[in-house]
């Protein structure tokens, strides 16, 4: 048996109807189903292949397009979360995207199947998201549109048509596994392999603006091995929905061993764990619904007392799944995983990840950024910085006043008398400092009015107990400490901007005269 291995990365939001009702509230299904991923490659490869081909492909089971489910961040594969593991009612088993196996029990491996402690805990079933080996724990991200319809003769929205989609968030990467029988061509994967590489369309309102995938192939080592046991008692924690028919070729939600076609055997109700649900698949080829499946969901954990072991023909057909519909990815199982060996799970630490979560190239280092990212991140700088030049202008410029009030104590004069530079001077610093070229050749002119000898610049105030003028106090400020060629260097631009904007705010305002 031949698989391949891929990870989808969701390009768009994507829609998976958890079921077919129109009305309602819409939730999607937090996974990508083996069905839409046999549907895309149906799509491309239906017609080419020939309809006696096409039969094994897509409607034998020979070939099964396996469920997608979410990797972690750091890009570790993940299984549905098993029914049968269980918290204390108000305990957090799951913190920081980690299981904690001290707080979790196989409930039907508990002594009297209660929680110990005293007293007794109420039993609480985790029954959503997905567990890596290592015991990552991970929830797809969901997006929720309100939308409407249109109205074709008038072009705006139609009344009482008002719908909303909840969806698969954009950017998340799923794994998935693609298997088939010995009867497949190396010529014939080759063909899957290049129908898949193309950019592909998955789920609902493809037309819009949802359901843009990549495809990418991985090699990868399968977690999933079946040993054989010679105990009787087994368990199959299953890691997709399972439909399974009776002897009767009915629908059955609690399957003898027989019907799996498992040696005979009881099934174990009081250890088994399971939920259930009923919808019908839509074939977007045919416009129609396909027969409703009655199955039971993945996660759940069905536990058997066979009258005789597996055998190596049981293995195989564990491995390649049981039940029906296989091709779109249902009856995927685990025969006695070692997470559900104990009655506390045991997590293996040294689980690898299947890709790396920051790709280098051949000299180590990290790929380019887009555009985008590039021009956002420059502009939260910039913004950041602009920020930043504010708040220590509008500090000096508040001890403006009590320069200028220094400044006439030592003149004599009244408090209303203007003294130092004047609006218009300032005003021709502003302009100035509207780039640095400009700023420079301003600060370092002899013949302009910024001199130390200039009206208003060469007023003199006390500082730190030195005599100091507004001219070189003000060159103090909008310059580096050195000289560069025997010419001043002014500070940034902006800085000088907002620097004299506070100043020229502080002599329009009378309250900041000091007595």
């Not at 069905?35 to 039969?55: C, D, P, Q, V």
């Not at 007794?120 to 969901?142: A, E, H, I």
């Not at 299953?238 to 939600?253: I, R």
Request: charged share 25%; aromatic share 8%; net charge neutral.
């Amino acid at each position: 048996m031949e698989t391949l291995d891929l990870i989808i990365t969701l390009q768009d939001d994507c829609i998976f109807s958890e079921r077919n009702a129109t009305e309602g509230a819409h939730r999607a299904l937090d996974y990508i189903p083996g069905g839409a991923l046999l549907g895309a490659a149906a799509a491309r490869l239906y017609k080419e292949i020939g309809n006696s081909r096409a039969f094994n492909w897509f409607h034998s089971g020979q070939m099964r397009f396996g469920n997608a489910y979410p990797l972690t961040e750091q890009g570790y594969q993940t299984f549905p979360i098993p029914a049968c593991w269980h918290q204390a009612k108000g305990a957090k088993a799951i913190q920081d995207n980690k299981i904690d196996a001290e707080q979790v029990r196989r409930l039907d491996k508990c002594l009297d199947k209660k929680l110990p402690g005293q007293p007794t805990p109420q039993p609480q079933q985790l029954r959503s998201g997905y567990v890596g080996l290592n015991g990552q724990f991970v929830t797809p991200d969901k997006s929720f549109r309100m939308k409407t319809a249109i109205n074709a003769d008038t072009g705006r929205a139609k009344d009482a048509a008002l719908f909303g989609y909840d969806a698969l968030q954009a950017g998340q990467r799923f794994y998935a596994q693609i298997h088939c029988d010995n009867d497949f061509s190396d010529v014939e994967l080759k063909q899957l392999k290049a129908a898949l590489a193309q950019p592909i369309l998955l789920g609902r309102s493809r037309s819009a603006e949802y359901g843009r995938a990549k495809v990418e192939f991985i090699e990868a080592k399968s977690a999933l091995v079946p040993t054989k046991t010679s105990d009787t008692e087994i368990t199959l924690w299953l890691l997709s929905d399972l439909m399974a028919l009776d002897q009767y070729g009915q629908p059955t939600l609690t399957p003898s061993s027989q019907d799996l076609g498992l040696p005979k055997g009881v099934f174990l109700a009081e250890n088994s764990f399971l939920r259930t649900r009923r919808y019908s698949t839509w074939n977007a080829c045919k416009k129609s619904y396909e027969m409703e499946r009655q199955v039971i969901n993945k996660g759940s954990v069905l536990v058997y007392k066979l009258e005789s072991p597996l055998t190596d023909e049981h293995l195989e057909k564990i491995k390649a799944g049981l039940g029906i519909e296989r091709q779109a990815g249902l009856g995927q199982m685990w025969l006695n995983p070692p997470l559900l060996a104990d009655e506390q799970p045991k997590f293996d630490d040294s689980a690898q990840p299947l890709i790396t979560t920051s790709a280098k190239d051949e000299q180590g280092n990290d790929p380019p950024k887009p555009a985008l990212i590039t021009w956002l991140e420059s502009q939260q700088k910039q913004n950041s910085t602009q920020q930043k030049f504010a708040r220590e202008a509008r500090q000096i410029a508040r001890t403006y006043q009590v320069l200028m009030q220094s400044a006439r104590g030592l003149k004599g004069l009244d408090k209303e008398v203007h003294i130092g530079p004047s609006q218009s001077q300032w005003g021709a610093v502003l302009a100035a400092a509207k780039s640095r070229q400009s700023l420079e050749t301003f600060i370092n002119a002899t013949d302009g009015s910024f001199k130390a000898k200039g009206e208003g610049w060469k007023d003199e105030f006390w500082q730190d107990e030195n005599l100091c003028s507004f001219y070189t106090w003000f060159l103090k400020l909008a310059t580096e400490s050195e000289k560069k060629d025997g010419r001043y260097q002014p500070k940034p631009a902006p800085l000088i901007q907002h620097l004299v904007r506070e100043i020229m705010a502080e002599l329009k305002d009378p309250k900041g005269v000091q007595e």
